[in-house]
């Protein structure tokens, strides 16, 4: 890992079932991220996503990237345009800096969340890679990609 390498960018269809049990799973029973008549009664075309569900699927990301070692030690977003459902949202990363330590490297990633209608969410996370020697044994066998369930929620 170093300043400036570019994360491949993760793409994540918003569904209704997305949208509704991530908000039900952060307890956030606002009414526009379950009820779409409620939401348009409010002036939203539907129900949208909300920030934990955002913060959720920014932290993924990171760790889907950097590895099942991975840990998250700050995640600092800004939402943007609403992600609606039957949209897809692009999650993008850049290095920006990287600080080497006895044990592991700390990087901090500004990410960038783009779907249909702009520029959902930006961000800075923090992340830190613990060193192989470091690491207990049990969590180098646990596979380096993970894999989202049916229905695209992490």
Not at 7 to 30: C, F, H, K, N, W
Not at 52 to 78: K, M
Request: hydrophobic share 40%; proline share 8%; charged share 20%.
């Amino acid at each position: 890992m170093k300043p400036g390498e570019q994360l491949p960018p993760l793409e994540i269809p918003v569904t209704r079932t997305l949208v509704v049990a991530g908000a039900i799973a952060s307890r956030d029973y606002q009414d526009v991220h379950h009820d779409a008549e409620t939401a348009r009664q409010k002036g939203s075309p539907d129900i949208f996503m909300n920030i934990l569900t955002t913060n959720g699927l920014v932290g993924r990301y990171i760790t889907d990237h950097f590895g099942p070692t991975a840990v998250l030690r700050r995640v600092a977003i800004r939402l943007g345009a609403p992600n609606y459902p039957g949209d897809t949202m692009v999650l993008r990363g850049t290095v920006e800096e990287v600080a080497e330590a006895s044990g592991g490297a700390t990087a901090t990633v500004r990410v960038i969340g783009e779907n249909g209608i702009g520029r959902h969410v930006t961000g800075t996370v923090t992340v830190t890679v613990p060193s192989e020697a470091d690491v207990p044994s049990e969590a180098t066998d646990v596979p380096s990609e993970a894999t989202a369930p049916a229905g695209g929620a992490a």
